[in-house]
């Protein structure tokens, strides 16, 4: 098996090599966007790349993107020339029919195959005629799992070339209350870091990525090809330690279940380590370091057994023992010792281990099978039909196993289907030099037992995803989502069921009845969630069963997979070309295909091999996220708002009645940021950067309560761009150009991209949006710095730094320390104009003075 990978992996590379190293001008990124909107744990990302063929000539133009393997793809359009091809989910059948007739008319098809540990590659290819452009649209969705105690959002960027307008925007919005966020991933390293721009307000946090052309080349893993990583949007909400988080819409409804302050069950756990031949070297070495820190982490009051096997079984204790530290000083001895060497007869040594834990008594306790194997059973039963079925046997339903096939050599689905039958869940353990980490990571998500025998009932709910669960560990949570019977939500009684040491426990909902999330949803999407969970579990089940049952939940896999337009193992998306042009059907690959094996498609699969090609990847850089450490982006911006007063403005009263503006002042370690008001007319420095002669100066609207009227970037002596409400103007010297239509302006380092309702300024290390907001009819234009200046003579409203303050509460009045001087506060509110989308954001309102720490006159500006 090995040695079959490598030759691919050089074969790959030759064809890469003669290949002709496409031309940088042949084609050019115009824009790359990618758009996430996670809702309840839900997540909707788009990604949106518009691309040029800058040739003379038609030319063949790749779209090639990575999406997390959890996710389904659910929309694929292109627009070329006007016109639009839209992706069509199809049954695998009716796909194949027209993927047949491509190939035998000698044409490619498209594919989505696996990449690395999470990632799958999606890609597809179109010819554009000279000069014209094309726009793809990708549109997947994913459920985020808690794992550890967080959601992960990952999206991988590698354009495959410095791209001017970039960018990547989270909006993340729970019910809940989002008590941390952070970003990670390799492109939060280096000059990139600064590129992100972090907002935490309670429900809400927005994560915007605005790297400028250059500093696409600066990250760990980026090149003069541009990015190649990962931004990993890391968060948790917040938990009541009741029924958790109900939402429902539309007759559906979505649980979040993880409640965490319930004290540990003592668990039992058996560890059945495989020690056959093909274990040796690293393999064997990785798992003796992650059983030795495994038992370092066994609490004094759990049991635990320990067992080795090739053809033959090595106990340590024939029994299980408690985990005092004599024993486990015994015991990482015995794992210390472990050699490789053998064949490996599965069958005893699970049945053996699952007699360990029969015979223990349980009451009050959890327990856990946990297999760590690299091959198939080749001693002792070797038909897994009749493993399956001992198996099952001997756990009969009483605690869960859980199974680690390591490296590829193992046939994975025959231990899916192992564990699904014994409500646990198989992982893959990548042959990787972090294998002791992935064993270690994968016993810490089962290491903290708070529940055992969960039923989750919704009175009054129907077709409901799966709601009985053996063990419920801390960091983890359960998600049933189902339909309310007549939409009534009256009579929906969600409860749950469980026990908690040797308690039975109950949660219910202490306010009796459930509310309505409609209008904080978007319409349809619970309905989604719901039909998501579903499929997933569908998927699984499907392994499960055989002959016509089979059949039954083959059909509704399909039946929703093709209602919700999820490409799924059982559905492919055919997508469609200008006349003349093959046909693309993207396959989703199945766990274990396409990392290894040259998949059933031609070169699906293997992720070193897609020829050499202008968006390719030739050496396939697996798409790991990055073990890098978390870096904390305070908030650099300002943002401002203005208080939402009502005046009526006439003619007497527009000059004699000061309007006001209330800026937000972010924080770094504070949850509630401060807040202040501005009145009158003023022309602000927003950003002063001297070494680069640049100047960036905005004037207040004096009128209305807007934001700003005009904003002025001064370039160099004799070149500046003035931006107002109603558009663009570069001067160069004596000459004023009108900025028209969408292409981006250039002038020096100096890049302008005009955006539907932002514009977006790039130059030297800075990049700032300039959003145009609207209110009661009048715009407005508001700054945020999405990219900050690495140098330390900035300055401007802009380049302030994040407020930091203590809270003193004296009775009822809360005054805030900064520095050394203390200050009365109340609580207000302000609108967050640097989102596009500006929501009320709770504040301490204070004066403008104490809020800069220096007099607001610092600020001002004689002139544009
Ligand atoms: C991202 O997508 C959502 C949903 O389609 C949309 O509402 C939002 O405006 C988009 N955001 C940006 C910045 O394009
Ligand atoms: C493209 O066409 C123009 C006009 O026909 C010609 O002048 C130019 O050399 C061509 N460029 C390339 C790269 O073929
Ligand atoms: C469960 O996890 C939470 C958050 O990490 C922690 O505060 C709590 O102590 C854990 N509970 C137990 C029983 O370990
Ligand atoms: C459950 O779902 C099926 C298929 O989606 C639908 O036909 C049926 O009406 C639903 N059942 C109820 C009770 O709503
Ligand atoms: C879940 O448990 C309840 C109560 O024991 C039982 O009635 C029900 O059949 C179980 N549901 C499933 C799907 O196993
Ligand atoms: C804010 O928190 C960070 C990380 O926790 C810490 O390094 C920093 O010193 C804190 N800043 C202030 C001003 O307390």
């Known amino acids: ?285 990785q798992t003796r370091t992650a059983l030795i820190h495994i038992l370092n982490d066994l609490a004094e009051d759990d049991y635990f057994g320990l067992l080795s096997f090739n053809s033959d079984i090595f106990h340590w204790k024939r029994e299980l023992v408690q985990a005092t530290s004599l024993n486990l000083e015994g015991a990482k001895k015995f794992a210390q010792n472990i050699v490789d060497g053998g064949g490996t007869d599965i069958n005893a040594a699970v049945l053996e281990g699952a007699r360990m834990l029969n015979t223990h008594p349980r009451e009050g306790s959890a327990s856990i099978l946990i297999l760590l194997t690299d091959g198939d059973p080749t001693s002792g039963e070797t038909n897994p039909e009749n493993i399956h079925s001992n198996v099952r046997q001997a756990i009969a339903g009483k605690f869960p196993f859980y199974c680690l096939g390591f490296g590829f050599d193992v046939n994975f689905a025959f231990l899916e289907k192992m564990s699904l039958s014994n409500s646990g869940v198989a992982r893959r353990i990548y042959d990787d030099s972090d294998a002791d980490l992935q064993l270690k990571g994968f016993y810490e998500e089962v290491a903290t037992p708070l529940l055992t025998d969960v039923k989750m009932i919704y009175g009054g709910g129907t077709n409901l995803t799966q709601t009985n669960f053996s063990q419920y560990y801390n960091g983890s949570e359960f998600v049933v989502a189902g339909e309310i019977i007549d939409n009534n939500i009256e009579t929906f009684r969600p409860q749950v069921l469980a026990i908690s040491r040797k308690r039975k426990v109950t949660f219910v909902n202490t306010q009796g009845s459930v509310d309505s999330s409609a209008g904080t949803v978007a319409d349809g999407l619970l309905q989604r969630v719901w039909a998501y969970l579903t ?67 031609g070169e699906a699969g293997f992720p070193g091999f897609h020829g050499w090609s202008p968006l390719s990847n030739p050496l396939g850089f697996p798409a790991v996220p990055s073990l890098s450490l978390v870096t904390d982006y305070s908030d650099y911006s300002v943002h401002a708002a203005s208080v939402p007063e009502l005046f009526d403005i006439d003619g007497t009263f527009e000059t004699s009645v000061p309007v006001s503006h209330r800026f937000l002042l972010k924080t770094e370690n504070q949850s509630t940021p401060l807040c202040f008001d501005v009145n009158g007319v003023v022309i602000f420095k927003l950003l002063h950067y001297p070494s680069k002669e640049l100047y960036i100066n905005g004037e207040l609207d004096s009128v209305t309560n807007g934001g700003f009227t005009k904003i002025v970037i001064h370039v160099s002596a004799d070149q500046r761009v003035e931006i107002d409400t109603k558009g663009i103007n570069l001067h160069q010297g004596q000459s004023t150009t009108p900025h028209i239509g969408q292409n981006p302006i250039t002038a020096g380092s100096l890049t302008v991209i005009r955006r539907d309702k932002e514009i977006d300024v790039a130059v030297e290390d800075v990049r700032l949006v300039i959003l145009v907001h609207e209110k009661d009819g009048d715009k407005f234009l508001w700054p945020a710095l999405r990219l900050k200046p690495s140098a330390s003579n900035i300055e401007g409203l802009l380049a302030l730094k994040p407020a930091d303050y203590q809270e003193v509460q004296q009775q009822s009045d809360t005054k805030l320390k900064i520095k050394d001087r203390e200050i009365s506060v109340s609580s207000s509110t302000a609108d967050d104009y640097s989102n596009p989308h500006p929501v009320p954001i709770r504040c301490w309102l204070i004066s403008a003075d104490f809020a800069l720490e220096r007099t607001l006159n610092d600020y001002f500006v004689a002139q544009l």
């Open 1 to 285: 098996m090995e040695r079959a990978v490598v030759r691919l992996t050089l074969f790959g590379l030759l064809v890469s090599l003669a290949a002709s190293q496409p031309k940088k001008e042949d084609r050019d990124i115009y824009s790359f966007h990618i758009n996430s909107t996670v809702t309840s744990r839900y997540a909707t990302t788009i990604i949106t790349s518009r691309v040029v063929n800058r040739m003379n000539e038609s030319k063949e133009i790749e779209f090639h993107v990575q999406i997390p393997k959890n996710a389904f793809i659910s929309k694929f359009t292109m627009l070329i020339d006007g016109q639009v091809y839209d992706g069509v989910v199809k049954t695998k059948e009716q796909a194949q029919q027209q993927y047949t007739a491509a190939v035998s008319r000698g044409q490619s098809a498209g594919i989505v195959s696996s990449v690395g540990r999470t990632m799958e590659e999606f890609k597809t290819s179109v010819t554009v005629a000279a000069h014209k452009k094309v726009t793809f649209k990708l549109t997947y969705e994913e459920l985020l799992k808690r794992t550890h105690g967080k959601y992960e959002l990952q999206i991988h960027a590698r354009p495959m070339q410095p791209v001017k307008d970039f960018k990547v925007d989270v909006y993340i919005h729970e019910k809940a209350g989002i008590s941390f966020i952070d970003v990670k991933g390799g492109l939060s390293t280096k000059a990139l870091a600064n590129a992100i721009t972090k907002t935490h307000a309670d429900k809400q946090a927005w994560v915007y990525f605005y790297p400028t052309e250059d500093q696409q080349k600066t990250c760990d893993s980026c090149g003069e090809q541009g990015m190649n990583g990962d931004l990993v949007i890391v968060y948790d909400v917040n938990r009541n330690n009741g029924l958790g988080d109900i939402k429902t819409s539309d007759g559906y409804f979505v649980h979040h279940f993880a409640p965490s302050s319930l004290s540990r069950i003592p668990k039992n756990v058996v560890f059945v380590i495989d020690q056959s031949g093909s274990m040796h070297g690293r393999k064997m070495q």
């Open 535 to 601: 499929v997933k579990q569908l998927l699984e089940k499907e392994l499960l069963v055989s002959g016509p049952e089979k059949e039954k939940v083959k059909s509704e896999t399909l039946e929703l997979s093709l209602k919700y337009s999820f490409v799924t193992p059982l559905t492919s998306m055919v997508v469609t070309k200008p006349q003349g042009e093959n046909t693309d059907v993207l396959h989703k690959p199945k766990e274990g295909e396409g990392a290894g094996d040259v998949g059933l498609y």
